[in-house]
C-alpha cells in the first residue's frame, strides 16, 4: 500500500499532466496513476495539435472560455517546457454566398467570446498566403496555432515529475473507497491512499465518476480518422486550412504539423467501441476525396500513416453534447474532482483547464506554495534542427551525436540516451518515438527500430522480451528462434 498522498490524479493525457505539473507549484505529495506505460497514449496523442483560437464555441461555455486563456497562454507555456508551438494562424475558407455568411457569424460569434485577429480574407491574400488551396475567400484567425501534442504532454509530466510529483505507470484504477477522510484508490497492482482525488480519465471518464458516486453522466465517443502524409508538403501549407464549419462539425481539415507532415481528416463518426483504433479504407477513401477538394497537391504516394482518436463526449438524454464539466460535489465525494468530456478544445484549454480545477481545490483548501518550484524543464537538443556548426561543436562535446540512429528523421544516439533517461523514465519503444522523432519517418522505423530496442535494453537493463512497442502485451520479442551456432552439434 502506497500512502500519505494529498492528490492522486487518475490519467496520463495533457489535462492530467497539465494538472500535475501546476499543482507541483504546492507544498503536496502528488502521484499520477495512468494504465498504460507512458503518457498520452489515448486521445491526448491521437489529436491534429492545433492550438484552436477559441471562437468555435458557444458564447459563455467553459469551452470557450478555457480554449481563449489556453490559448493565450500557450506561448508561454511552450517557451518554459520546451515543446513545439507555433502561432501560424489557420483559415476556413469558403467558395459560395451561403459559406462567407455563415464565416461571418463564426466572426461574431468569436468576437463575443473575446477572440482577437479574426478577418475576413479576399481571394489573393488566400492564395498570398497558402499558394494553391482551393477557395474563393476565407476567415482568417491569427491566434491560432499548431503545437505538438506529445511532446506538451510529455513536457508537462517531466516537469511535474522534476517539481517532486510521481508518475506511476500501468496502474488501471479498478476501484475508489472512502475511509474516513481518505480515498482507497485500487488497482489490480496496488492501493494508493490519499486526501484529494482527480478524475482525469479521459475516455473513461464516466466509470470513474460512477466509482465517485458521481453517477449518471451519459459519455458517447467520436471516432476520428487521420492520414499522416510526408513532410515534403508540409513546406507548401503554412497553416492548417479548415472548411467552413457545420454547428456539429468542424468539417474537414488539411493541417501541417510543428515537424512539417500535413494531416488530412476527420471522419467523425459515433463509435460505442472507445478502445478501436483501426482505419478503414472506406474513410482513406472519403479522407482523399475530401483533402483533395481544398488542397489537391498531394498523392497516394506521399500517405506515410493512418491514425485516429476518441473524443467523449457528455450528451444528455437527448443527445446534445454540453459544456466540459468540472466539479466537485462536496456531499457526494468531498475533495474529488471530477471531469467529465474533456473533448476537443482539451489540448489547447490544457493549462487552463488544470489552473481552473486548482482553483477549484484551494476555494475548499490553502495549500502552501513552493518557494523551489522551477518552472522551466530542458528539452532533447535536436541534431537535425542545428546549423552544421552547431552540429560539429555538438559532436565534439558529446561524441554521440555524431552517430546516427534514425536516418530518416536525423536523429542521434545522443538523443535517444536523453529520451530514455528522461526524468519519467522510458520503457518503451514508442516513448522514444515521441520523444525523438526516431522511426517516425518515411521508413516508419525500418531501419532503427530494433537498434532502439537493443538500446533500451542495454541502458534499462531490461530483458529482450521487457521491452514493448507501446502497451503492456505489445513485446518487441517473445523469444529465440534458433539455439546459438554453438550449441548445434557438429
Ligand atoms: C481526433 C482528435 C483531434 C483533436 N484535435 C484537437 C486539437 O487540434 N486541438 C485541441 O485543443 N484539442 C483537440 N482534441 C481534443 C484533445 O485531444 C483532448 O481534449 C485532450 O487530449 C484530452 O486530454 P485528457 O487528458 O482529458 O484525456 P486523455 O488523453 O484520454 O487522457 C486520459 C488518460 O487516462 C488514462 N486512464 C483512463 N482510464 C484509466 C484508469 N481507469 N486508470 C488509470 N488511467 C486511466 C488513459 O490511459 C489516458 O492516458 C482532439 C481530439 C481528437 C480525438
Redesign the pocket.
Same mark, same amino acid.
Given at each position: 500500500m502506497r500512502s500519505g498522498f494529498d492528490v492522486i490524479i487518475?490519467? %496520463? &493525457?495533457?489535462?492530467?499532466c497539465a494538472i500535475a505539473r501546476e499543482l507541483s507549484r504546492y507544498r503536496l505529495k502528488i502521484g499520477l496513476?495512468?494504465?498504460?506505460l507512458d503518457v498520452?497514449?489515448?486521445?491526448?496523442g491521437?489529436?491534429? &495539435?492545433?492550438?484552436?483560437g477559441g471562437f468555435a464555441y458557444d458564447v459563455g461555455t467553459w469551452k470557450a472560455k478555457l480554449c481563449l486563456e489556453g490559448n493565450r497562454i500557450m506561448g508561454d507555456v511552450a517557451r518554459e517546457l520546451s515543446f513545439p508551438f507555433k502561432r501560424c494562424g489557420k483559415v476556413l475558407v469558403g467558395n459560395t454566398q451561403e459559406d462567407y455568411n455563415r464565416l461571418l457569424e463564426v466572426i461574431r460569434q468569436g468576437e463575443a467570446i473575446g477572440v482577437t485577429g479574426l478577418s475576413m480574407i479576399d481571394d489573393a491574400e488566400l492564395h498570398r498566403l497558402i499558394p494553391g488551396v482551393v477557395g474563393n475567400f476565407a476567415m482568417l484567425s491569427e491566434t491560432s496555432g499548431i503545437l505538438d501534442?506529445f511532446q506538451m504532454t510529455i513536457a508537462l509530466a517531466e516537469n511535474a515529475v522534476q517539481n517532486g510529483a510521481s508518475f506511476f505507470f500501468g496502474?488501471?484504477?479498478t476501484g475508489i473507497r472512502r475511509e474516513g477522510d481518505a480515498y482507497v484508490i485500487t488497482t489490480p497492482k496496488e492501493t494508493f491512499v490519499t486526501r484529494w482525488v482527480v478524475n482525469?480519465? %479521459?475516455?473513461?471518464c464516466g466509470?470513474?465518476s460512477d466509482m465517485l458516486g458521481l453517477t449518471g453522466y451519459r459519455v458517447i465517443y467520436s471516432k476520428?480518422d487521420?492520414i499522416l502524409l510526408d513532410q515534403r508538403l508540409g513546406r507548401e501549407v503554412s497553416m492548417p486550412i479548415y472548411t467552413v464549419p457545420s454547428n456539429t462539425y468542424m468539417g474537414i481539415h488539411v493541417t501541417v504539423t510543428t515537424d512539417g507532415n500535413l494531416l488530412l481528416g476527420?471522419t467523425a463518426q459515433d463509435t460505442e467501441d472507445n478502445a478501436y483504433y483501426g482505419v478503414e479504407q472506406k474513410n482513406l477513401d472519403f479522407l482523399y476525396k475530401a483533402a483533395m477538394d481544398i488542397w489537391p497537391h498531394f498523392t497516394k504516394g506521399d500517405y506515410i500513416r493512418t491514425y485516429s &482518436?476518441?473524443?467523449p463526449k457528455w450528451a444528455d438524454e437527448e443527445g446534445r453534447i454540453q459544456d466540459f464539466k468540472m466539479e466537485i460535489v462536496d456531499d457526494v465525494a468531498p475533495r474529488a474532482v471530477n471531469?467529465v468530456g474533456?473533448?476537443?478544445? %482539451?489540448?489547447?484549454?490544457?493549462v487552463a483547464i488544470a489552473r481552473h480545477v486548482i482553483g477549484m481545490m484551494r476555494e475548499r483548501e490553502a495549500f502552501p506554495e513552493r518557494a523551489d518550484f522551477n518552472p522551466v524543464r530542458k528539452g532533447i537538443r535536436r541534431f537535425a534542427e542545428m546549423t552544421a556548426e552547431e552540429q560539429a561543436e555538438a559532436i565534439r562535446e558529446n561524441p554521440d551525436y555524431g552517430e546516427l540512429i534514425c536516418r530518416c528523421q536525423k536523429v542521434t544516439r545522443a538523443e535517444i540516451l536523453q529520451a530514455i533517461h528522461n526524468p519519467l523514465g522510458v520503457s518503451t519503444v514508442t516513448g522514444v518515438k515521441y520523444r525523438t522523432r526516431a522511426m517516425m519517418g518515411r521508413c516508419q522505423g525500418g531501419y532503427c527500430q530494433m537498434r532502439i530496442t537493443r538500446m533500451l535494453e542495454e541502458e534499462r537493463g531490461l530483458a529482450p522480451q521487457e521491452i514493448t512497442y507501446a502497451r503492456e502485451g505489445s513485446q518487441m520479442l517473445y523469444g529465440l528462434v534458433r539455439e546459438e551456432a554453438h550449441h548445434v552439434e557438429a
Open positions: 487518475i490519467g %496520463g &493525457g495533457v489535462v492530467g496513476l495512468e494504465k498504460n498520452g497514449y489515448e486521445t491526448s491521437r489529436n491534429t &495539435g492545433v492550438c484552436h501534442p496502474q488501471e484504477v482525469s480519465a %479521459g475516455l473513461s466509470k470513474i476520428d487521420y476527420p &482518436g476518441i473524443l471531469l474533456i473533448e476537443s478544445p %482539451g489540448l489547447t484549454a490544457s
